[in-house]
Each structure stands twice: as structure tokens, then as C-alpha cells.
């Protein structure tokens, strides 16, 4: 063991981490974005909106798209506010001051001068223009005595020869410092050849030796390495544009300095019509390069032209990056994000925040969680929708635990059939007493304690007796759920989602011989299937049809005769629609009296059908409090008032409790008032 661990000791290779997926990193916590996802798809987001939300947003721990995003606009703001461009029209300045300087120091102690010579010297230089440019030119033909003078001097032609090549060629204000001859030959020859090529390509003519002779014979002055001739062209044309957006940023004073400033750099008139015939070239073959845009730049950090360029390009860079960011545009994707740029601008962290998101949307690609249906569209696979549900059980049972007691009105009845036995009545049984075995017992009980004053059997807790009932192997579930505009307009649209995925992933998971159907009911009733009633959008759907919902859920009934009916309806408003035998859906506000008789005849069907009713009223309001309860009271149902966030503990408890063999009756005062205030 010792010698292998040696062995593996003297193989290993360390080196800088070169990117990709951190193996360091935690692996990406699908819980909190399928949660997160869940919670919106139910408040009416599309799947595909609501996972662009929440990388938006991001997690508890991770940064999100939009924090991203805020930290390259604080980029910007910062490289705008922090610069301004005249750096090399003030390093020119300092570098004349220099040369003046050192020039009339030379003729204040030059004690062999002519006085005359020095007197016209002075006078020269007195009378020098305030403008740089100007300055340098009169200069140009002055006989320097200096020679410290004279060196500063031609610093100012070299400095621009410097500065003009690193705006079209980053990097070359630093390579060519101390430039000789042979160097300045050398990039004049670079960018004859360069022109000739770009110009052959214009007309179709170049070919890939015409570049890779190119790039052999000049290949030094491009450290980015381009493989072919888009490559090259693409960079230069980039910096380039940047260079046109810079000058187009400057006063007019600024750029007409520098440009009679430029006619002097390396003493060589050449070199900017050189620089001229590549940026028209560039220019006509990238034409889709920004070479209109301007800065506003305001700071006191002064940029020369090279340097400037870097900052014009980091700006386009941020821009991009922003756009990638904000996803906004067709056929976005978070794999655009370009993490190159993303570390260059804002550092290694932000890599590894977007590299994070951009795992975690793969994989919630991968593990099964979101899949891209046929028409394209993003939709929850139904391993997903069980992994949402199992959480919403959790909170669920969380609440059942702990919580007081919904406001039920009465119980009565039972789930299943009478077995003929009874037992003793223990605390909580809502059973129905058997009469006569409760009377035999105190009557027993009586006799054998001896005769009492007064006469009469007196019963006892001791003496009763409840029926016992043997609860049905399977339930037929039609769990009928509002979906008016004043649903999702109260905010009782998301829990009433939340309700039926809870409902329906208890009984798919543990009580598999159950058969469940969600049927939603607005204008019109229709049977839906979890995924399609949890992405189902909130719209203005004017009606509550109660009666068409009932009709669909006696023929769910009807087709199980062998298993108990369990009616389950959560609603928030009166009936305010219904089905004519034609199929014609007739509207009616306030209620009319046709529409709820309608309803109250399909729900006495429901109730011969066997049916335990519960109703789930949502809401405060009196008149549909005296509508629910009568309705109930009529078919030996009960009401749940729940507040909406407890709603699926309540629904979930009543379908417990049915199984159980808990019964569910409301009481009420009668159908007085249920022609009051209703709901859309």
C-alpha cells in the first residue's frame, strides 16, 4: 500500500485549474429550484418562464442571472465614471513642457552662445502656441541646443507612432518603446502586406497560403493566434471599431489635436495613410461592427489612445454580457453566456455563479425534471410533478400536525357499510349510537344497582354503544375545484394548485386503488390532468358552474360502483352558470334560481350515488356561507372554512378522514340567502 501510494505520489501533475465544472464544487440543490419553479408554474407562469425566473433570481446561496447582471452595469458605471480620454494629448503637454524646459535651462548657461542666437531662441520659443499640436509643429524646424531637449522632443513623435499602432493592435505601444529603424520598417512592411491581403479577400481572391504566408512572415505582431483570415479579421475589426467609437467620444477640439498631432507620429506621413487604408478595409468587410457609438466619459483618469481602446473594447464586452444576461432575446439560452468574458470583466467568481446556473438548468434537463415538448415548449415531467407533490405532503402533514382544528360545522354519517356490531363509545368516535344496545345496557346496569328514587332509566357514558362500520378497500375521488377570475384575483389560485398536486400525489403514492379526478369548473367544467390543471393560467372566466362539475363527477362515480364516492369541492362563489341538455352554457348574475336548482338536483344525484360530500368554502362572505351550509345539510355533507394557506391540509385531513371512516356533514341555517352576494 505504501509503495502504491508512492508510486501515484511520483505520477501526479499539478497545475492552474483551466475551468469547466469545479469537481470541488456541491453538487446544485434541484429541491430549491424545483420548488421555486413549482411555485410559479402554479401562479400561472408557462415551465419555461418560471425557470428563467428563478435563474434570474437565483438561490438562498447562489447568485442569480439579475445579480450578475447588476455587477456589469456597476462595471460600466465605474470604467465611464473613473476615465476621461485626453491621457495623451496630457503626456504630449508634459513631455513639450520637458523639452522647453530643458531647452531654456540650455540657453540661460550656454556662456559661449551668440547673445543673438539666444535672444532669437528665447523669442521662439516664447512664442510658442498654446495648442500641443501646434506647438510640435513649429518646433519641428527648431535647432535644438539641448540634446536632453532634443530627446524629449522626439518621445512626443514616438509616443503617437506608439499610440496610433496599439489603438489598431494591442500591446504595440509597449513592444515598440525604444523602436529602431529596422522596427519602424518592419510595421510599415506588416501593414503593406496586411492592406494587400484584407483587400484580396475583399474581392475574393486571398487563399489560405496567401494567409499562412502572412502570418509566417508577420505572425509576431498577433499574439491572439487567428487560424484563418475570419479570425484575424474579426479581431482587428473589433478593435478597430473601438478605436472609431473612442475618437467619436472625444470634443471636436480633442480629435482635431490629435489628428494634426498624428501627422508627425515617427516622423513618417506613411504610417497614417497605412492606418487609414486598414480601417477602411476593416470597415467594409465588418460593417456589422459598432462604429457609430459614443461614451460619455467624465472621470479624471486619463486614457491615451491605446489604453482607451482597451477600455472602448471592455465596454463592448460588457454590453454583450448584459445582453446575454438579460436573455431577452429569441431563442436565448444560458449556455450564451460567454464565461470568458465574464471572468475578464468581473473575475473568477462570477464564472463559477454562471457556470453554477448553467449546470443546474442542464441538469434539470437531464435528471428528468423539465422536458421540451414537440411544439418546443418547455413542460414539468411527471417525475417532477411527484418530486413537487412529495413536498407539498411534507408541508402538508407538518400543518395537520399543528394545526387547531378547521371550522367544521357538524359531523355526521359514515364512509363505509354498517358491519351489525357495536362497541363501547370511546372519546372522539362520530359513529351513530345503536339505541338499543345503549338503553339494554343502563337498563342492566339499573337492575343490578337496585331500584333508585325517582324511577326511570338513567344512561350513563359507560352505557353507550356506537355502530361499528367496515371502511371500502377503494374510494372514487372527484375533487372539483373553483376556477372563476376571483379564484386567482383573491389569491386563492396558487393554493387551490397546491391542493389538488398534494391530493393527487397522496393517492397516486399511497392509496394507488383510489381513483382520483381533478375536474375544474368556471364558465364551464372540464376534467383535467395534474399537469395540466397545475400550469393552467388564470384567466377572466365569468361563471361558476357547479352543476356541469357535478355532472362530470356522477359519471366518475357512476363508472366505480364498487367503490365509495368521495366528493370533495373547493369554491369560492355561488353558482352562477349551468349546462342546458343542448350543451348551451347559460350565464346569470346575481344566481338565478334555474341555475341553482340545476345544481342542487345533480348534487341530491351525488348524494343517492352514495357520496360523502365535503365543501371547502373559501371567503368571508354571509350569503355563500348560508348557500354552502344549506347545500350541505341537504346531502348530509359538511363545511370546511379553511384560510387559504391551510386549504390542502384540509382537503388532504377530509380524504384521510373518509378513509378512516370519518363521516362529513354541515349543518346550516336553510337555503335562505343563497341568492346574495356571489362571485365571478
Known sequence: MARANRRLTRGARYGKYAGGPDPLAPPVDLAEALDAIGQDVMAGYSPEQAMREFLRRGGREQAGLDDLAGRVAERRRELTRRHNLDGTLQEIRQLLDQAVLAERKQLARDALMDEGDRALAQMQLDALPASPAAAVSELNGYDWKSREARADFEKIKDLLGRELLDQRFAGMKNALENATDDDRAAITEMLGDLNTLLEAHQRGEDTPEQFDAFMAKHGEFFPEGPENIDELLDALAERAAAAQRMRNSMSPEQRAELDALAQQAFGSPELMQSLAELDGNLRSLRPGEDWSGAERMEGEQGLGLGDGTGVFQDLAELDALSEQLSQGYDGSRIDDLDLEKLARQLGDEAAVDARTLQ?????????????????????????????????????????????????????????????????????????????????????????????????????????????????????????????????????????????????????????????????????????????????????????????????????????????????????????????????????????????????????????????QTTFFRLGDDPGLARFIAAMATRVGGRVVAPEADDLSAAVVGSYLGSRQGDGGGASGDDFGGMFGRGWY
Open 359 to 611: 449546470q443546474l438548468e442542464k441538469a434539470l434537463r437531464d435528471t428528468g425534471t423539465m422536458k421540451r415538448g414537440s411544439d418546443g415548449r418547455l413542460t414539468m415531467t411527471p417525475k417532477a410533478m411527484r418530486q413537487l407533490g412529495k413536498a407539498l405532503l411534507r408541508d402538508v402533514a407538518q400543518r395537520l400536525s399543528g394545526r387547531q382544528g378547521a371550522r367544521e360545522l357538524r359531523q355526521a354519517g359514515a364512509a363505509g357499510e354498517r358491519s351489525g356490531s357495536t362497541r363501547e363509545w370511546a372519546f372522539g368516535d362520530t359513529e351513530p349510537w345503536d339505541v338499543t344496545r345503549t338503553i339494554t345496557n343502563a337498563i342492566t346496569r339499573t337492575a343490578a344497582d337496585g331500584p333508585r328514587t325517582g324511577g326511570g332509566v338513567r344512561i350513563e357514558i359507560g352505557d353507550v354503544e356506537v355502530q361499528e362500520t367496515e371502511a371500502r378497500t377503494q374510494a372514487c375521488v372527484a375533487l372539483l375545484v373553483d376556477t372563476s377570475f376571483s379564484m386567482a384575483m383573491d389569491g386563492r389560485w396558487v393554493p387551490m394548485k397546491r391542493t389538488a398536486l398534494a391530493l393527487h400525489t397522496l393517492i397516486t403514492s399511497r392509496f394507488r386503488g383510489d381513483e382520483l379526478q381533478l375536474i375544474s369548473f368556471g364558465r364551464h367544467a372540464e376534467v383535467m390532468d395534474i399537469e395540466q390543471l397545475v400550469g393552467l393560467e388564470a384567466k377572466w372566466d365569468k361563471g361558476t358552474n357547479l352543476h356541469h362539475a357535478l355532472l362530470l363527477a356522477n359519471r366518475h362515480f357512476r363508472k366505480h360502483p364498487n367503490a365509495q364516492p368521495v366528493l370533495l369541492i373547493v369554491t369560492d362563489g355561488e353558482p352562477t352558470s349551468h349546462l342546458e341538455p343542448d350543451g348551451e352554457i347559460v350565464f346569470s348574475y346575481p344566481p338565478d334560481p334555474v341555475t341553482v336548482a340545476y345544481a342542487v338536483r345533480e348534487l341530491d344525484n351525488s348524494m343517492r350515488l352514495g357520496a
